[in-house]
């Protein structure tokens, strides 16, 4: 099992950035797919990216062009670099590990893109 912590998140105006960050524990955190998901009110949870082991990525469609997922596999970190934010991007952003099939949550971070 891994422990997840996000940080990162905040209050931004629209077509602000943010960069959210994941710190894993565990010694094998290079073996996970990792991923970002959100949760907005009164919605249900959504992927937003992932990143596998061999650095392959996968967006969901609103934010392809907008969102990069990045690792650093030496530091157990995680990335969501965050660009030309829109107020249908706030949610809480929670980290995503999964191994096997077996999923493990951070607790989450909250982002809000508004005036």
């Known amino acids: 099992q891994v422990q997840l912590v996000e940080s990162g998140g905040g209050l931004v105006q629209p077509g602000g950035s943010l960069r959210l960050s994941c710190a894993a524990s565990?010694?094998?955190?290079?073996?996970?797919?990792m991923g970002w998901y959100r949760q907005a009110p009164g919605k249900q949870r959504e992927l937003v990216a992932t990143?596998?082991?061999?650095?392959?990525?996968k967006y969901e469609d609103s934010v392809k062009g907008r969102f990069t997922i990045s690792r650093d596999n030496a530091k157990n970190m995680v990335y969501l670099q965050m660009n030309s934010l829109k107020p249908e991007d706030t949610a809480v952003y929670y980290c995503?590990?999964?191994?096997?099939?077996?999923?493990?949550w951070g607790t989450g971070t909250l982002v809000t893109v508004s005036t």
């Open positions: 995503n590990a999964n191994l096997y099939g077996a999923n493990n």
């Open positions: 565990g010694n094998i955190f290079k073996s996970y797919t």
């Open positions: 990143i596998t082991s061999g650095l392959s990525t």
